[in-house]
């Protein structure tokens, strides 16, 4: 799969009705795609071995999305394979008053992964210039100072400090993907009416989801704009297409692995003051009756 037609190139425009949400690269068998995704976790949990063994680097991915694009889905598909010790899931809902008495980056910086580790933002501090900026209301609401408030270069303001701060994490060990799961405004409505019409995913359902629908066309260009200013060669945006689940986890799965594959891991040299070491201690367990 050539993971580069979901990337979205620094500097590069986005314009997201040219990125077809249904589109799955020549899989028409499901079956195939569900194949190729479990030699992904395979090589996935590989990888995090050497990750976690290495101690040098971690792993942040990123996910954003419109209401039932299969966030959670994606997750749980994805990271079946691999250990749980070496992993963590942050979901960031509205802030608590704690939270909002810090800068907006805050939280996240306390959620990041520790080294030879994979953390997962389950949305991110991109909400901060998605529903924040969708609703003018909610930053008015925040412990912030008017000129800071009524700023009218606020967004471009928090563009830059995102890009600071995710050049800092690249520039201390912490590699970065960001995924914006697409899918369509018509498959979501599928996925909303099963919720409703199915008891056993009822729970899923929230009113509010359906409210949001509303504010679409603005979330889709403050998606666009975000993706713009934010999308850079050491932590990329792939606009990753999510009509069809099995799809959607499979490349997910598959820029996962290339990246972890880039990042140089092995295991943990051994010296020879440790080779001799193993050697004695071979000497020991060998002798015992």
């Not at 959670?72 to 394979?81: C, L, T």
């Not at 010790?85 to 979901?91: D, I, L, P």
């Not at 945006?237 to 290339?258: H, M």
Request: charged content about 30%.
């Amino acid at each position: 799969m050539n993971i580069d037609q979901f990337r979205i190139k620094a500097g590069k425009n986005v314009d997201l009705s040219k990125h077809s949400a249904d589109f799955t690269d020549g899989f028409t068998d499901k079956k195939e795609a569900e194949a190729d995704l479990a030699k992904n976790i395979e090589r996935m949990t590989e990888l995090q071995d050497m990750l976690y063994a290495q101690d040098v680097y971690s792993l942040l991915v990123v996910f954003q999305a419109m209401d039932a694009a299969g966030k959670d889905g994606a997750i749980k598909h994805v990271m079946s394979g691999v250990n749980p010790q070496g992993v963590s899931v942050a979901s960031f809902k509205a802030p608590s008053a704690e939270e909002r008495d810090h800068d907006f980056l805050w939280r996240h910086q306390k959620a990041l992964p520790e080294r030879g580790k994979i953390g997962i933002f389950n949305r991110s501090h991109y909400e901060e210039v998605l529903v924040v900026r969708v609703h003018p209301a909610i930053l008015q609401g925040q412990q912030l100072p008017p000129e800071i408030k009524n700023d009218p270069h606020i967004w471009k303001k928090r563009f830059d400090h995102i890009r600071d701060w995710e050049q800092h994490l690249v520039e201390n060990g912490t590699h970065i993907l960001k995924f914006f799961l697409n899918v369509s405004r018509e498959e979501q409505k599928k996925r909303f009416m099963s919720r409703i019409e199915e008891p056993e995913k009822n729970w899923k359902f929230s009113a509010t989801d359906v409210k949001e629908r509303g504010h679409w066309e603005d979330y889709m260009k403050a998606y666009e704009d975000a993706m713009e200013n934010t999308s850079t060669d050491h932590a990329p945006w792939y606009v990753v297409p999510a009509d069809k689940k099995w799809f959607t986890r499979l490349a997910v799965s598959e820029i996962i692995v290339k990246k972890l594959e880039s990042m140089n891991l092995h295991y943990p040299k051994v010296t020879e003051a440790q080779l001799e070491q193993l050697g004695e201690a071979k000497t020991l367990l060998g002798s015992e009756r």
